[in-house]
């Protein structure tokens, strides 16, 4: 058994996972035959067989199954064990790559990464801006900034802040609205999810029927509408936190949608890289930077409408965004 052959058990896993050789050869970038080969190789070793040959297919048996249950999560291990040590390895000229969310890079993340680079001049990052769940592994990221409720198969989820939605506007609008009540927004021009206002309507005691002049895929694209004036924005603080702290959007309510439980701000990373310090010292600047931000908005917080006559508890002023103490913790999300 100690002379298996590494390569042929990650072979194995593959063909597994795509139920197909052909398949298997082209993610492994081999020759169909030669992962055939290799399968036959460890079969052979094993004296039985993996896979039971259907025409054209192959299935995983009994034993299959039971190798893969082991197999999987110790390669698994391994590459992240090879990850974490190439990561001490690069030492003091590191580059950390990490995944974010389009609309995070571009409202939160990059007009704060020069202070960054100032307390961290060693550790460059690289960033790669992205809507698409990326395999961190398969792709050599170290870490992931994502929404979600906390679970990615494989890695570690630490909570960083939640961020419930509130109606941001153009200064304009803030002029427009002075003094009105959560029914005037119903006659302005609204950008975004029609459920999502009509939730936050029901909070504030009212049932109005939105129909949005724009729709987004993009929570920054959104957010560019809103200061262009073009529509009011039910955005999250955190993504407005700059352009509020700029008077280049007014936070237009003291009512806030409070957060969903799939879409919490995440740091995701690598199990094997928890005590790696540059990951560390990402967290710690994170957690800082997202304080900071919480203080601006609120100093930001004009709210020119009148307060609505029916709140509840989850959406007065008092439940403000926070940023988390890391915690490991359980969910799904993207």
Not at 71 to 85: E, F, H, N, T
Request: glycine share 6%; aromatic share 6%; net charge positive.
């Amino acid at each position: 058994m100690a002379r298996l052959p590494l390569q042929g058990l990650a072979s194995f896993c593959t063909i597994a996972r795509t139920g197909n050789l052909r398949a298997a050869a082209d993610e492994l970038h081999l020759t169909h035959s030669a992962v055939s080969q290799q399968l036959r190789l460890l079969e052979s070793q094993l004296g039985f067989q993996l896979f039971d040959r259907r025409a054209q297919r192959i299935v995983l048996n009994a034993a299959g199954a039971a190798l893969l249950r082991s197999v999987g999560p110790a390669l698994d291990q391994i590459d992240d064990g090879v990850r974490s040590a190439a990561a001490a390895a690069a030492g003091a000229h590191l580059r950390m790559r990490v995944s974010v969310l389009p609309s995070f890079a571009q409202r939160w993340l990059l007009p704060r990464i020069g202070d960054w680079h100032e307390r961290h001049p060693d550790i460059a990052i690289e960033l790669h801006a992205s809507q698409q769940v990326v395999d961190l592994q398969r792709e050599g990221f170290h870490a992931a900034l994502r929404q979600g409720n906390g679970v990615w198969r494989g890695l570690r989820a630490e909570r960083l802040i939640d961020s419930p939605r509130v109606p941001v506007g153009a200064p304009q609008a803030a002029q427009r609205l002075l003094g009105a009540d959560a029914r005037a927004l119903a006659h302005e021009p609204l950008l975004g999810s029609a459920s999502m206002w009509e939730r936050w309507f029901a909070l504030s005691g009212l049932k109005v029927r939105v129909n949005p002049v724009a729709a987004f895929n993009d929570a920054g694209l959104m957010l560019q509408a809103a200061e262009q004036n073009l529509g009011i924005a039910l955005a999250r603080e955190v993504l407005a936190a700059d352009a509020l702290r700029e008077r280049r959007l007014i936070r237009l309510s003291t009512l806030a949608l409070p957060e969903d439980s799939v879409d919490a701000y995440w740091l995701v990373y690598p199990d094997a890289l928890h005590d790696w310090p540059p990951l560390q010292a990402l967290r710690n600047w994170l957690l800082g930077q997202l304080e900071q931000s919480q203080r601006a908005w609120a100093a930001a917080d004009a709210s020119p409408l009148k307060s609505p006559a029916r709140t509840t508890a989850a959406g007065r002023t008092g439940n403000r965004s926070r940023a988390r103490s890391a915690t490991r913790a359980p969910g799904r999300g993207r």
